[in-house]
């Protein structure tokens, strides 16, 4: 607890034992009530002098109003313990709203861990420390064990281990050595590192992320807003609906004043909206927290909203469902040894930066290198290098075709992308390259599915490799070989045919346009682009497609939550009302109706956040 809320418990207890005093006690007349008048004021006068406050600056029909009116309306029709009993739960009330709001708020807070508070930027041989946000792109920095790295960056010198679960929840710290990028927010574990700085600070993950946070409350879901505005207009109402029942029936049909005015009192205790005003929102705020917890970053709860609505989740395929990074999966020869084959394939790609070239290069890695003496790159078509005195083509059919090279015999498996090699004008073989497919990628599908949602994929890779992997996933749609703009039109035609909502995972800045389109956009953010990032309603932080069954998974559970609050608190709010018209008004059945009410839904709104089990949950 905060020393505020420590503060506001210890005056609850105190007003509680004055209170009990005060019933006890043979007192009569002005002693009696100034006996109540103590512990009123001890735990009221703050909301008391709330009201004052919204008054003066306009702001009139709030809770605070409902419950000085109710409470300074028992005292006047001499209701005193009443009305001190319904200020003292009211505090109880507000105490668990905020003790409830704490939670929820270090759940999401515990980001905020990340922001690093200097940098260690080497300048003219000396080593300095300033805020992150005066570090330029190429600087060199110095991390040391234990520090949390403040600028994104590539690792220029030394090698060590990095714990990186304070953004991508991943228990297991991973190893970095020069060349590798190393990401803000992380922390160094056991070396000290030289980075070269590759973005500024506001520009770094760790900004984002924060932003994202930060920003996250003022997206509000429909639900949310509804309540909000529900509450604009419903708390005058009320206010009138108990003027009018304090005075019509005495003016109009000569009932008793007391009689009236008390129950227009409890009219007022009864309707006050707390239970939805503050329950709905906290409940949402758990969720986003609860989300956090799963490495997945929510913009606003609008989103959250959206995405518990989805039936159909659609893919990226390259860096979303698969690694981005190839390997030689099959060598076919036509009259030449296989490791002959890869040796000179390897030769001529040898010099290429493509990801394919690179994959033949690695797999050849065993075999005895052969140097080219010569190279060009065809664009779009592959290399032509002279190896060993061989003069070796390798790429694809275009420039088999462009050659003059005869291909009958080729027969490649269809499962992944082929690099055709020719040696000295004879086509010699093909090498089959596939993307790698995320070990996670499976039971992420099979999660979806099993909570009765439809899969597609969306790519601008070959039809061939697309249906390979989508095969080997279980994924219900394929659209292959799409540029940027067809995936967004793809997208709409799924969208269409969909009952609920769409969500689209991508990780690439081509993915943007569609992460925008989508009815919910998540993006890859441990290696994603910026503008996928940037576009995306959602992040998941750790690159693992399962986290979006998990985020869908969070998103039900939150409205399920919000839900049961909307209707526990209309329906005892109503069962009471009725009691109280047909002469059951009592004051502290008022209290239950508002205060009991508004503590069970802030106490079921905790559950929220509680994600330990949630890979469960559907």
């Known amino acids: 607890m905060t020393k505020r809320q420590k503060l506001t418990l210890a005056r609850i207890i105190l007003a509680a034992v004055l209170l009990a005093a005060a019933m006890l006690l043979p007192l009569d007349g002005v ?9 009123y004021f001890l735990v009221g006068g703050d909301v008391l002098w709330r009201s004052v406050q919204n008054i003066a600056h306009g702001e009139i029909f709030d809770e605070n109003f409902l419950m000085s009116v109710a409470t300074v309306g028992a005292m006047f029709t001499s209701e005193y313990a009443e009305g001190v009993a319904v200020m003292l739960f009211y505090q109880v009330g507000e105490l668990f709203q905020s ?13 905020m861990d990340i922001r690093p508070e200097y940098a260690n930027v080497i300048r003219d041989g000396e080593t300095l420390q300033v805020p992150p946000e005066e570090v330029a792109v190429g600087e060199l920095i ?5 520090e949390r790295v403040p600028l994104d960056g590539v690792v220029t010198e030394g090698s060590g281990s990095i714990d ?13 050595s020069p060349g590798d990028e190393i990401t803000s927010g992380v922390i160094n574990l056991n070396s000290v590192l030289k980075v070269r700085v590759k973005s500024v600070y506001a520009e770094s993950t760790v900004a984002r992320i924060l932003d994202m946070v930060e920003n996250s409350s003022e997206r509000k879901a429909r639900t949310e807003n509804f ?3 529900f509450a604009r207009y419903y708390t005058p109402a009320v206010v009138f609906s108990a003027l009018a029942l304090a005075l019509l029936p005495p003016l109009l049909a000569g009932e008793p004043w007391a009689k009236w005015v008390h129950r227009a009192l409890v009219f007022l205790v009864v309707s006050c909206p707390c239970a939805l005003v503050i ?12 989300a956090s917890k799963r490495g997945v970053l929510v913009k606003g709860s609008n989103y959250l909203e959206a995405l518990s609505k989805a039936d159909t989740v659609v893919f990226d395929k390259t860096g979303t469902l698969t690694e981005g990074s190839f390997r030689v999966s099959s060598v076919q020869t036509a009259g030449m040894d296989a490791e002959e084959l890869l040796r000179l394939a390897a030769g001529a790609e040898s010099c290429s930066t493509h990801p394919m070239a690179r994959a033949v290069v690695e797999r050849a890695a065993s075999v005895p290198a052969a140097d080219p003496a010569s190279m060009r790159e065809l664009a779009g078509m592959g290399v032509e290098a002279a190896v060993e005195g061989h003069q070796v083509l390798a790429g694809n059919t275009r420039l088999m075709a462009e050659k003059g090279i005869d291909m009958t015999p080729v027969k490649a498996d269809g499962s992944g992308s082929a690099i055709h090699v020719a040696v ?20 992420a599908v099979k999660r979806l599915r099993d909570m009765g949602i439809k899969t597609a994929m969306l790519t601008g890779d070959r039809r061939a490799a697309a249906e390979s992997v989508a095969r080997e996933l279980g994924i219900d749609t394929v659209k292959s070989e799409l540029m940027p703009g067809d995936k967004v039109s793809a997208l709409e035609e799924l969208m269409g045919s969909s009952h609920g909502s769409t969500a689209f995972v991508g990780d690439g800045i081509n993915d943007a346009p569609v992460l925008t389109r989508a009815d919910v956009g998540l993006a890859m953010g441990a290696l994603g682009s910026d503008a996928a990032i940037e576009a995306a309603d959602m992040v998941l932080m750790d690159d693992n497609p399962s986290r979006v069954a998990e985020a869908i998974a969070v998103s039900r559970r939150t409205m399920r939550i919000v839900r049961q609050n909307i209707a526990f608190a209309l329906a005892v709010k109503a069962a ?5 018209a047909v002469g059951y008004d009592n004051m502290w059945l008022a209290v239950f109706a508002d205060v009991g009410v508004a503590i069970l839904a802030i106490l079921n709104a905790l559950r929220a956040m509680d994600v330990k089990n949630i890979k469960k949950a559907a």
Request: hydrophobic share 50%; no cysteine.
């Open 31 to 39: 002693w009696r009530l100034a006996a109540f008048l103590v512990p």
């Open 99 to 111: 003790v409830a709001v704490g939670k929820s708020r270090r759940s999401i807070a515990a980001l």
């Open 142 to 146: 110095l991390l040391k064990p234990g």
């Open 164 to 176: 990186t679960a304070a953004l991508t929840g991943e228990s297991a710290p991973r190893d970095v």
């Open 227 to 229: 309540i909000t505005k």
């Open 279 to 290: 329950s709905v929102p906290l409940s949402f705020f758990g969720g986003i927290g609860g």
């Open 424 to 443: 000295d004008g004879k086509y010699a073989g093909t090498v089959i390259i596939s993307d790698v497919i995320k070990p996670d990628a499976f039971p």
């Open 576 to 580: 009471i009302l009725i009691l109280s």
